[in-house]
């Protein structure tokens, strides 16, 4: 059973091009969680996901970044016209519930470098 | 407002040396409480959970954690510390909305 895939591991992008990061969950997840490790800071939550719908989005920037988790297929953070300060690693984790005493699986995480 | 804080950025400890990565909390409702481990480079690993029962948790390799509910803690311990063990360890807590609030993290290096 491979882990949460998320892909590319590295990703340089010009200011002002779009960033998209891609994100496989779990065999059998359905929730799809989105968060981003500034350098030397810890993680912070930006978005859960189930399928087809946004659950929480209360840690999305407001206006570039956005997320989606399509029936078939898997979760894509997108980030329009990416600036320097969006340089960050970028981590999905997947869960089978919701429930209190689930854990969270973790990808290696996506490296955004913006030049 | 649900916060974790990890007092210590950095623990040096020799290896074979007891290890302690502290952890506090403040929680509105019952605390779920998780710690991961973060090798260069590499994503999350789980290490261990407390959501209730007993307030010593054994975790993933050799790592053990106390929740203790007066102090607002939840210290993750290992008796003897490894080389290998030389990482960036996480505490966090699971909130109403199955979200993650995190620490700022602590890097542990255990000198050979």
């Known amino acids: 059973n491979a882990g949460v895939m998320q892909n590319p591991r590295h990703l340089v992008r010009r200011r002002g091009q779009e960033a998209r990061l891609r994100c496989s969950p779990m065999?059998?997840?359905?929730?799809v969680y989105w968060y981003r490790q500034l350098p030397e800071e810890g993680l912070k939550f930006m978005v859960y996901?189930?399928?087809?719908?946004?659950?929480?989005e209360s840690g999305m920037p407001k206006e570039r970044f956005s997320a989606e988790f399509p029936k078939e297929g898997p979760s894509i953070l997108r980030i329009q016209q990416v600036v320097r300060g969006d340089s960050a690693a970028y981590f999905c984790?997947?869960?089978?519930?919701?429930?209190?005493?689930?854990?969270?699986?973790f990808g290696q995480g996506t490296r955004l470098t913006v030049v | 407002a649900q916060s974790v804080a990890q007092p210590e950025d950095q623990v040096n400890v020799a290896e074979g040396n007891p290890l302690t990565v502290k952890c506090t909390y403040s929680?509105?409702?019952?605390?779920?409480l998780f710690w991961y481990v973060q090798y260069p480079n590499r994503g999350l690993q789980f290490l261990l959970k407390?959501?209730?029962?007993?307030?010593l948790v054994k975790g993933s390799y050799g790592f053990e954690a106390e929740f203790n509910k007066s102090q607002t803690s939840f210290h993750l311990k290992k008796p003897s510390a490894l080389v290998s063990d030389s990482a960036l360890y996480f505490c966090?807590?699971?909130?109403?909305?199955?979200?993650?609030?995190f620490g700022g993290g602590t890097r542990v290096l255990v000198k050979p």
């Open positions: 984790a997947s869960s089978r519930e919701t429930g209190g005493n689930t854990e969270a699986f």
């Open positions: 065999k059998g997840h359905s929730h």
């Open positions: 996901l189930q399928k087809e719908n946004i659950i929480d």
């Open positions: 929680v509105s409702g019952n605390p779920y």
């Open positions: 407390y959501i209730t029962g007993d307030n």
């Open positions: 966090a807590n699971k909130a109403a909305g199955n979200k993650l609030t």
